[in-house]
């Protein structure tokens, strides 16, 4: 399943409609296509999305939204979703819509319109949220004639209609599970977001030494000695570490590693391991703040694993949020890039219907105060400026 559009309104954290769209809005060119994945003729996915705004404009709840969604369509029932404290702040009287466009191997097009709301049970002592009405409509993509008709479904019936009766199915869990299960679809995705202020190690395996070596060059090796107890589960015995020139550490626990690898390291470990297994499976990669604890160089790395065909065969995706603009000029393409703004809610709003003109150098019009909203204010500047001329200073003793 290859994610295409999601479209969101009726969200309290957000000022307008939000739209999200993972495939290109620009024009492709052939020679100028590598970061691309092509769905169809006329579908071209970007493989790498980012989100740029200044500090508190939304980029976490903007990709919590996204996960939301995916784990919706992927079967998870929307009361257990971590993420779905999005949904926060509506009462019983007001309804979210989600509008989701999603392709199946790639010969099928599918709408899904989702409407949620919050009930109350036991009293009102919990609040419970429930899908009140849902639709699913289909066409096959070879039927599509230009680009602008990708998402247009106004001439077709529904496919599937949430009738609420159905006996077996939750009334938080999205009817797409019958299409998931009709043709053995599962979505492959690492959300990274809940990580962003912790840095411990949470993959415990074999690394690339390579890896490893790209991390910090003094590692000679990183080693887990582990049991396997089932699919699911392991007993980490030891792990050993060693510098070059050193002795060899024996450790009993992932905790012990942060006082002997940098914060980079461990990070680089968690994040390119997540992206590994994302490239394998062409699935989604979640990081909020991509930059922290990393220097530019290795940010644009993992973009770059992304962006190339010859590691990224299946079309995974790889979505992050940043303060540094500099990391926008790694794209060519303005259509994946998504400026995130709050004045009254959050507004998202692709780069492409801002800025026409692809050649100019992002970063610097980012920068410029041309987009409007993504500096710190002037004024705000001056205010605290202010507070800190007219600090009293302590007498020297």
Wanted: charged share 30%.
């Amino acid at each position: 399943m290859k994610i295409l559009k999601i479209k969101a309104n009726g969200l309290k954290l957000f000022s307008d409609n939000l739209d999200i769209d993972f495939t290109t809005l620009q024009r492709v060119r052939n020679e100028k296509n590598e970061m691309l994945h092509q769905i169809s003729s006329k579908i071209y996915q970007n493989n790498v999305l980012a989100f740029i705004g200044v500090n508190a404009s939304g980029k976490t709840s903007t990709l919590k939204l996204i996960s939301f969604v995916i784990q919706m369509i992927d079967n998870e029932p929307i009361n257990k979703i971590k993420c779905n404290d999005i949904l926060e702040g509506i009462s019983v009287d007001d309804r979210v819509d989600f509008e989701v466009y999603f392709s199946i191997k790639s010969d099928k097009l599918y709408k899904l319109h989702t409407t949620i709301k919050k009930d109350y049970i036991d009293n009102k002592a919990i609040e419970k949220y429930t899908i009140e009405n849902e639709n699913i409509w289909m066409k096959h993509i070879n039927t599509i004639i230009t680009k602008k008709s990708i998402f247009d479904f106004s001439d077709i019936e529904p496919m599937l209609v949430r009738k609420g009766d159905e006996e077996y199915l939750p009334n938080d869990i999205s009817i797409v599970i019958s299409l998931n299960k009709k043709n053995n679809t599962k979505i492959f995705f690492n959300d990274l977001v809940d990580w962003t202020n912790i840095n411990l190690i949470r993959v415990i395996g074999d690394f690339p030494q390579e890896l490893i070596t790209f991390l910090d060059s003094s590692i000679e090796y990183l080693r887990f000695n582990v049991d396997d107890l089932n699919d699911a589960q392991i007993d980490l015995k030891e792990i050993k570490l060693k510098f070059k020139g050193k002795k060899e550490l024996i450790l009993y626990s992932p905790l012990e590693l942060e006082k002997y690898l940098s914060s980079g390291t461990i990070k680089g470990l968690n994040v390119f391991m997540s992206a590994i297994s994302s490239l394998q499976e062409g699935g989604y990669l979640i990081v909020d703040e991509l930059e922290n604890h990393f220097n530019k160089e290795i940010v644009a790395t993992l973009i770059r694993l992304f962006m190339n065909k010859k590691i990224n065969k299946k079309g995974a995706v790889l979505l992050f949020s940043t303060h540094y603009p500099e990391l926008l000029d790694e794209f060519e393409r303005n259509d994946n890039i998504y400026i995130i703004k709050n004045d009254h809610g959050i507004n998202v709003q692709n780069l492409s219907k801002l800025l026409k003109r692809s050649d100019l150098k992002k970063s610097e019009v980012y920068e410029s105060g041309y987009l409007e909203g993504t500096v710190p204010s002037y004024e705000s500047y001056m205010a605290f400026e202010k507070v800190l001329c007219d600090l009293k200073l302590k007498e020297d003793v």
